[in-house]
Each structure stands twice: as structure tokens, then as C-alpha cells.
């Protein structure tokens, strides 16, 4: 059966639900974050709005994480896409796709991180993970 999504390597954009989804607080100069499994994907692009300015930032994950054991792993901190600043009330993107050379190279696990620069509320944040 052909995928309704036509690239049947993507897979449906996801709405974080966890310490990223809508409505969650944020306060001044406090990280939070989720992870996403990228396994053998290429491109990744994420969309964040929040009623707050910031910063979100992509960074991939050693394969010693391991979230059901609670393993933080190893964070890398070269080849990742440049961070995004995020104006308040203005949907930001940070994306890995065309024109970039920080497609995941094998690595299974990317975290999405947002940091506030005042309180407010994350509006929304979204994965794609296509290629």
C-alpha cells in the first residue's frame, strides 16, 4: 500500500507533548528540552513559537543515550545547526535540510532545546523529519 505521504521515508510532522508542549511554562535563562529519535534520517526541521523571545538550538545525542534507563548521554556540541533566535510571539525554525551540512550522520537521537529569555508560555512546537 503506497504511504499517503508520498516519501515513504517521512514521517507525519509530531506536536511535542512533554516538557516542549503547548502551554508549558518557561522562565528566564531555564533550558528545556525533549528528545527525538532520527534514526537514518536527513533532514529535520523544527517550528517553535512561544510567547516569549529566546533562543532554540538542535543538538545531536552520543549513542550512549538512553532515555527508558535515563542515561543522559553524550550531548555533541560540533556539526550541530546553528541556533535560532526566537522572537516573542513569532514562529522560529531551525532546520537541517538544503544548503546546510548539519544532516544527521547516523547518530539516532537529536534534542530540540529552547531557552527563554523572560517567562512566558511555549504557543507550539513542532517536528518534521523527512529525507
Keep these: 500500500m503506497a504511504s499517503p505521504f508520498g516519501d515513504t521515508h517521512a514521517r ?8 516542549l508542549k503547548a502551554g ?12 527525538v529519535a532520527i534514526p537514518n534520517k536527513g533532514d529535520i526541521r523544527v517550528r517553535l513559537k ?27 556540541t560540533t556539526a550541530n545547526p546553528a541556533d535560532v533566535t526566537v522572537t516573542a510571539n513569532t514562529e522560529a525554525v531551525i532546520d537541517t535540510g538544503t544548503g546546510t551540512d548539519t544532516h544527521p550522520m547516523g547518530e539516532g537521537y537529536c534534542k530540540v532545546i529552547f531557552t527563554p529569555s523572560g517567562a512566558g508560555t511555549i504557543t507550539f512546537c513542532d517536528v518534521s523529519i523527512f529525507g
Design 12 to 19: 507525519p510532522p509530531r506536536r511535542f507533548i512533554g516538557a
Design 24 to 35: 508549558a511554562a518557561c522562565v528566564n535563562a531555564t533550558a528545556i528540552s525533549e528528545y
Design 50 to 76: 512561544a510567547s516569549v523571545g529566546g533562543t532554540l538550538s538542535l543538538h545531536y545525542m552520543g549513542p550512549d543515550l538512553d532515555i527508558e534507563k535515563g542515561v543522559a548521554g553524550t550531548e555533541y
